[in-house]
């Protein structure tokens, strides 16, 4: 059986692009060269090669408050979100995103 792990990011606290990224670098342990820009949270999300293989599950509450505070960013860090798990979904570490609201 394929390993699972979920990721949380406390999306009340999330008012920008750049606390977003920062959030999902901490949720998902990013090693330190991860470039806090929409491309590096791609790429970052499709390697994942820094932690064990199987489902890894980016668990995000009240996506809504960045929605709200940072539509453009909010916009931004969604379509990266569902880019990254259409590109892993054949890989050996595949991204899965839940939003809770």
């Known amino acids: 059986m394929t ?4 990721h949380q990011v406390d999306g009340t606290l999330v008012r920008s692009k750049r606390a977003m ?4 670098a901490e ?3 990013f090693p330190d060269w ?5 491309d590096a949270l791609f ?6 090669s820094w ?5 890894h599950v980016l668990v995000w509450s009240h996506p809504e408050v ?3 505070a940072d539509p453009v960013g909010y916009r931004g860090i969604r379509s990266v979100l569902d880019d990254a798990v259409e ?8 991204v899965t995103v839940r939003l809770e609201g």
């Open 3 to 6: 390993a699972r792990a979920e």
């Open 21 to 24: 990224l920062t959030a999902v």
């Open 27 to 29: 949720a998902m342990a």
């Open 34 to 38: 991860f470039g806090h820009n929409l």
């Open 43 to 48: 790429d970052s999300l499709t390697d994942l």
């Open 51 to 55: 932690l064990p293989a199987g489902e």
């Open 66 to 68: 960045l929605a709200g």
């Open 87 to 94: 590109a892993t979904q054949d890989s050996d570490r595949k």
